[in-house]
């Protein structure tokens, strides 16, 4: 296997640092990891960012802020709304990036939306883990997420909350920190989503319905395609197809 660069570092919009590896050389890429993720768990652990790079791709791959190697500060000031489109494009114009590919799993998808509505031009957006009301309407998992951040340890074995707070202690997540993630959620309406005019890769799970339906995104997209597949929203991104989907896509 290639391994990454070393972890570089760059001061956001705020000062606050960002973190970022790349694999591979070629034409660039920025794929942003899910939430209570990272670039490592993400994209380099199982494979689909060497699968990516070997397709002849510079694959960049950011910490988003308040995971993985980036700042995670405590202070609600730190959480602004499109808090992490303005890290994603504080990166984009810190590579001089100006011929790229964009994509995100997740919250990284949800980051790639607003970035492309608030001025991205990337050639071709990717979105995995992700269906149109997780764009549309930011806030119907909010309560989700705060229940299993504010009781940690509390939660029934097996649940999904457990699930989600095992993977938090697998990223050794900051639940303060990610706290503050869920007050910089910001919805893309539905008809800046039909202005995306650009090609688009919708790639879920066959069981992943925890962001809306993925089919309805593609189908909302003017050039969206839907990819399925195996599993769910937690399983699908350790497999395989994941990252081949992508590299098909991208090679086109």
């Known amino acids: ?42 994209w380099i652990r199982y494979g689909h960012a060497e699968r990516i790079a070997a397709a002849g791709f510079r694959v960049i791959m950011p910490d988003l802020r308040a995971h993985g190697e980036s700042d995670r500060p405590h202070e609600a000031a730190a ?3 499109d808090a992490l489109t303005r890290d994603g494009h504080a990166l984009i114009e810190h590579l001089g990036l100006t011929d790229y590919d964009l994509g995100g799993y997740s919250l990284g998808a949800r980051t790639v939306s607003r970035m492309i509505a608030t001025g991205a031009r990337p050639r071709r957006a990717i979105f995995a883990g992700m269906g149109l009301e997780g764009l549309t309407d930011t806030h119907r998992r909010v309560d989700h997420f705060r229940n299993i951040l504010t009781r940690l340890g509390q939660h029934e074995r097996g649940s999904p909350e457990w699930l989600a707070e095992a993977f938090l202690k697998s990223t050794k997540g900051d639940a303060k920190a990610l706290l503050g993630i869920l007050d910089t959620f910001t ?25 809306g339906s993925a089919r309805d995104l593609a189908a909302t997209l003017p050039q969206g395609r839907y990819v399925e597949v195996p599993g769910n929203h937690m399983s699908s991104v350790v497999k395989p197809e994941l990252g081949a989907a992508i590299a098909e896509f991208l090679a086109e």
């Open 1 to 42: 296997m290639t391994e990454p660069t070393a972890t570089r570092f760059l001061p956001s919009f705020d000062n606050h640092c960002i973190a970022w590896r790349e694999l591979g050389t070629g034409r660039p890429v920025v794929l942003i990891h899910g939430y209570f993720s990272d670039a490592q768990t993400n």
């Open 79 to 81: 959480y602004p709304l």
């Open 187 to 211: 919805d893309t309406p539905l008809a800046s989503l039909r202005d995306f005019d650009l090609p688009a890769l919708v790639v879920a799970g066959v069981d992943d319905h925890d962001n």
